[in-house]
């Protein structure tokens, strides 16, 4: 590898986490939230992602979907197929799929591949 890079990432100290990391607000709230769901997952409120992660988007726009999934990624149960990533995806409604072979990290064994993925999720 010859670089790494963070995309508006969160970027924590070893040994903690993003709820570490997180905002007091998000501390108190993403714990509640994801005792509230089924699974243990957070859904973001609405208000707080249009204002904190996408202020700018036309919200009347329907926005087309794309999700990446690695064809050897065991970080969710691989053999329980209403908790693996494929499952959690379909709560997009309508998406492109694409796939790479390689595990959950594979863009640090190997950038160029799921670059290009990304690349062909993101085409018109």
Known sequence: MRRL???TAFVSANGTS???NAPPA?????????AQSSDDTVMVPF???R??????????????RSCVLC???SA????DPGHGYLAKARRLGTFRLVTLEG???VMFTDPARPASKLALAGRD
Do not use: M
């Open 5 to 7: 890079v963070f995309l």
């Open 18 to 20: 993003v709820l570490d």
């Open 26 to 34: 998000y501390q108190g709230l993403f714990p509640v939230l994801a």
């Open 47 to 49: 208000e707080v992602w």
């Open 51 to 64: 204002d904190a992660f996408i202020g700018d988007a036309d919200l009347a726009r329907a926005v087309p």
């Open 71 to 73: 064809g050897e990624d």
């Open 76 to 79: 969710l149960p691989p053999g």
């Open 103 to 105: 595990p959950h990290e």
